[in-house]
C-alpha cells in the first residue's frame, strides 16, 4: 500500500521517533551466588598522604560491590556477537574520565568506544601513574605528578578488558574494555544493566568480572520489545 504525502511527510518530520519504536532493548541484573569472600581492605600504610585521605581507615576493595540480594557491581555486560556484519558505528565524543582520587581509580571498570577520548583526572595532587596495559592496542606509561591535572589519550582498536595500574601505588587497578559499538553496560551495586536501541537479531552477551571471568548468554529480540537476561557469578568453592 502506498502512503499518502501526508503520512509520508509525517515519517519524514517523526523519522527519529519511527525508528527508535523499532529499536529492542535487553536488560538484567547480575548476581553473586554462595559464600561472600572476606576480602582485606586496601593497604594503603606504604603513603602517608594516601592513608590520611582515609582518616586512617583502609577502605575497602573494589574487586566485589555487592547490593541489597547480592547483587553485583563493576560487572562489563556487552555485546559480543550478532550484529550486522560490516556496519560501522559512528566514535562516541564524549570522553570517558578516569579520576585518580582517593589514592583509587574512579571508576573502577568502564567501557569506550574505539577512538573515544580517554581523559584521565588527577584529583589527589600527588604522584601518580597510569600504566595501561592492552594488547590489542599500544600500551602506555605515563606519569602524572602533582603538576599535571588531566591528560587525554584514545584507543584505535576494539579489544577486551584489560588492566591499568599505578605503580607508584601498587592496589590502584581499573579495567577498560574498547568496542567497535556502543553496546555495553557496566553495572552498580543494584546489578542492573540495559543494552538498548538494538535492531532485531540474535545476540551473544558477555558478563565480565575481573576475578570470576565471563558468563555468556544468547537472546533474541524483535521489534521493539524488550528481554531480560540475568546472570549469576559465583565463588570458585562455590561453584564446584
Avoid at 30 to 57: E, Q, R, W, Y
Avoid at 105 to 116: A, D, I, K, S
Amino acid at each position: 500500500m502506498r502512503l499518502s504525502p501526508p503520512r509520508i511527510a509525517l515519517c519524514l518530520v517523526a523519522g527519529l521517533v519511527c525508528g527508535a519504536a523499532s529499536a529492542a532493548t535487553i536488560t538484567g541484573t547480575v548476581t553473586f551466588d554462595g559464600k561472600i569472600p572476606n576480602l582485606k581492605p586496601l593497604d594503603m600504610g606504604a603513603d602517608a598522604a594516601c592513608a590520611k585521605m582515609h582518616g586512617g581507615k583502609p577502605p575497602v576493595s573494589d574487586m566485589l560491590v555487592l547490593g541489597a540480594g547480592n547483587t553485583m557491581g563493576n560487572i562489563m555486560v556487552s555485546v559480543a556477537g550478532g550484529l550486522a556484519a560490516g556496519k560501522t558505528y559512528p566514535a562516541a565524543t564524549t570522553p570517558v574520565v578516569m579520576d585518580q582520587k582517593g589514592c583509587r581509580y574512579e571508576p573502577h571498570v568502564f567501557g569506550l568506544t574505539v577512538n573515544q577520548p580517554f581523559k584521565v583526572l588527577n584529583s589527589d595532587g600527588i604522584l601518580h601513574n597510569v600504566h595501561a596495559l592492552p594488547k590489542v592496542n599500544a600500551p602506555f606509561n605515563m606519569a602524572m605528578p602533582p603538576t599535571v591535572k588531566e591528560s587525554t589519550k584514545s584507543f584505535g582498536k576494539a579489544e577486551g578488558m584489560f588492566m591499568i595500574k599505578c605503580d607508584v601505588h601498587p592496589w590502584m587497578s581499573s579495567y577498560a574494555g574498547v568496542f567497535a559499538h556502543p553496546y555495553f553496560s557496566v553495572t552498580k551495586s543494584d546489578g542492573k544493566f540495559t543494552l538498548a536501541n538494538l535492531e532485531a537479531g540474535t545476540y551473544q552477551l558477555e558478563a565480565w568480572h575481573e576475578k570470576l571471568g565471563v558468563q555468556k548468554a544468547s537472546v533474541t529480540v524483535a521489534g521493539s520489545e524488550t528481554k531480560t537476561v540475568d546472570f549469576k557469578f559465583s565463588s570458585p568453592a562455590a561453584a564446584k
